[in-house]
């Protein structure tokens, strides 16, 4: 049974830093392209950043780029988001995905498991 289980999110200040986390079970996780999508009341789950199975191609939105940072640790099956600098508009629920792929899909249909979401908000 494949399970993605995010931890981390909260509620932060605007400028603050926050990290999520995602581990995930039942795959062999070194076999996934690793992803952090979001979805904000009222819109549509959009990707934020991917990461390639060996960890040597990192994918952002333009919205994010050069705040959030995403990594990966095979060997603990953990995908992190380091989110720096975070703003009101990144307040969301942010999900893990996995897709079996050599690259990073930014649709989200291309992904085969999902985490259930960890809340993040960002207060003024």
């Known amino acids: 049974q494949v399970q993605l289980v995010e931890s981390g999110g909260g509620l932060v200040q605007a400028g603050d830093s926050l990290a999520v986390s995602c581990v995930a079970s039942?795959?062999?996780?070194?076999?996934?392209?690793m992803a952090w999508f979001r979805q904000a009341p009222g819109k549509e789950r959009e990707f934020v950043a991917g990461?390639?199975?060996?960890?040597?191609?990192?994918y952002y939105a333009d919205s994010v780029k050069g705040r959030f940072t995403i990594s990966r640790d095979n060997a603990k099956n953990t995908v992190y988001l380091q989110m720096n600098s975070l703003k009101l508009e990144d307040t969301a629920v942010y999900y893990c995905?996995?897709?079996?792929?050599?690259?990073?899909?930014?649709?989200?249909?291309?992904?085969?498991?999902w985490g259930q979401g960890t809340q993040v908000t960002v207060s003024s």
């Open positions: 995905a996995a897709d079996h792929s050599t690259g990073v899909a930014t649709a989200s249909k291309e992904y085969d498991y």
């Open positions: 039942g795959v062999t996780f070194a076999w996934y392209a």
């Open positions: 990461i390639g199975r060996s960890d040597r191609s990192t």
